[in-house]
């Protein structure tokens, strides 16, 4: 029973067997067509075996310090070369996720660290299911991200485990939730401490409770009305966030589970929701591009050991305080400075809202909130790793800074600045060695951007660029290494996609119009509600730092200079595009046959060309992280695999 390569069976002396799934070479668990193979094997084995062979009771788990399983090997999965073979692997686990489900004993699934796609549908498969009860125990059904379903059972056996309500928000999301919160769902039937979780799996087995059952009102959103009910308000739901034209997956995902029981291959193939249609769309290649290009820029994060504990922030504003608040979020000391206690509490008070939001354990809440330190001395400096300055965009003021921080901070801490416009050679040149100086380009809104610029000036010494992108994978963002360029990559190719939907302004087209053109190709958020957001002071702003570079679009739309001259800046001062009573945008409802023909295209087009050229000026270093850039940085529409890949596919 052992002579397999990526499981490992022990027996124990009450009977019980203990599956440890240690994938081979790597140190995630993640299901391979070899690690699937196998698992069939030992399956078909243990339900045929007798006498002193035959399982009391199987506990699956993992042998891996990082996780339970990740799901499928997705590395796998983008060699595949046809929808067929596609097919073929979706149904292999499908059948012995089945055939495990019927073993002729209890199983459980003991799930500590990530239990992602493949990995639940393994443990839905199983009698029972504990998690451990750990801030790294994280539950999901991520595939409608990769636009692909839970094939191997996943769509039939959570709906009716946890219910079709929370079943569907959580396939057609792709939300994680914690042991705490599974066990609240019902998807775990325990969540205990890791130090008893073998005992936990070991009396469980051995009392071999009645397995769970959802209630009786959850129970009832399985059947008749209600499940039709229920079926179109997740889809009146989910065409709110994404058109069926662009993202076919989470429409899928409603009409298997609701037409076929959550059987995948259910439906002929010429069916918009076969596996066989939705395995050929274009959209599930680029999505998974587009987790390609995501797991590149992790791997930025590899090159280097730096390890942060203590990250000193200068400048409490917009940006400054939600980094500082972030930081502490992940769990690092911060030391947050400005020039008084009254510019420093409205970052207090938004922290407090950004940890209540995110954390729900007052434990984890109470430690964020005690690692989040107001330093109006600047006493931080000293003792930090890393030492990021985001005080008003003024190179003098960031001059003096600097100069007073080569000698105060430790030598080897990181100093970076988040400055968006000033090369950050000019701001290193009263520096006794510029060298040290580098760019943290975060977005606003903080908490919501995932991506952070790393910005190399003509000195910057590689070892520090590279800490950089490791310091941001620890606070769980993407490192995106760009050249000091006036707007780096992603204002350089945002501006000119935000101008261009204010010429349209101009000429007399509703804001409303224009933001339906972008959404319908796509984008998540139409420009001028973009602009609204990031302040239109802002967009000025960078539009006058790229004339230079980029002629084209020098001249700054007269709407939005009225606007500006009126105080309307956007969302934060109450109205721009559009108005924000009570801080929620008005927006009159645009009808999609008002939109010219032709508009989305034009919109687009100045994108495209920005970021053709940033790719030829060398701001980054190839295609694929333009791409990785406009999509984890600006939101273009993530069907399209990215810019420089959209305009490939359109020529091929
Ligand atoms: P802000 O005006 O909201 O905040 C600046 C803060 O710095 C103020 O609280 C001010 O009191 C403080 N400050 C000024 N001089 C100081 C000093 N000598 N010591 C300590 N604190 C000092 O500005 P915002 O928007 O947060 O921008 C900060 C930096 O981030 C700028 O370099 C900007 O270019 C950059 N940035 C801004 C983005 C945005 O969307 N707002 C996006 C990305 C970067």
Known sequence: MNSYRHWRIERDGDGLHWLYFDKAGESTNTFSTEAMTELRSIVSKLAVA???????????????????????????????????????????????????????????????????????????????????????????????MLGIVPGWGGMK?????????????????????????????????????TRVMMNA??????????????GFVQGLTLWGPARKFIANQARKQTEKKARRVHYPAPYAILDIWLEQDGNPFSFPAEHPSS??????????RNLIRVFGLQERLKAQGKESTFAARHVHVIGAGTM???????????????????????????AMGRAAKLFKERLKDPRRLRDASDLLIPDIAGDGARHADVIIEAVFENLKVKEDIFAALEAKARPDAILATNTSSIPIEQIASTMRDPARLVGLHFFNPVPKMMLVEIVAGANSRPDLLAACATFVRQIDKLPLPVKSAPGFLVNRILAPYLMEAMRCVDEGIAPEIVDEAALAFGMPMGPLELADTVGLDICVAVGKMLAGSDAPEAATPVRLQQLIAAGKLGCKSGAGFYTYPGGKISKPRADPARVPAGLADRLIAPMLAAAQRALAEGIVADADLVDAGAIFGTGFAFYTGGPMHYLASRTA
């Open 320 to 346: 400054g305080g939600d980094i500082a608040a972030w930081c502490a979020l992940r769990g690092l000391k911060v030391t947050l400075q400005d020039q008084s206690a009254d510019k420093l509490a409205p």
């Open 157 to 193: 056996r959570l709906p009716k485990t946890i219910g079709a309500p929370a079943a569907l928000d959580m396939m057609l999301t792709g939300r994680t939730v914690d042991a705490r919160r599974a066990k609240k769902l019902g998807l775990v039937d325990e969540a205990v401490p």
């Open 201 to 214: 799996a070991r009396i469980t087995l051995s009392n071999r409770p009645a397995p769970h059952q959802l």
């Open 275 to 284: 596996l066989r249609s939705l395995l050929a769309s274009p959209t599930t």
């Open 50 to 144: 007798t006498g002193d062979q035959r399982p009391r009771g199987l506990v699956v788990l993992s042998a891996k310090d990082g996780g339970f399983i990740a799901g499928a090997d997705v590395r796998e999965f983008m060699t595949l070369t046809s929808p067929e073979e596609a097919v073929t692997l979706v149904k292999r686990g499908w059948d012995t996720f089945n055939e495990f489900a019927a073993l002729p004993f209890p199983t459980l699934a003991l799930i500590r660290g990530f239990c992602m796609g493949g990995g639940l549908e393994l443990a839905l498969a199983c009698t029972y299911r504990i998690a451990v009860d750990e801030p790294g125990t994280r539950l999901a059904l991520p595939e409608v």
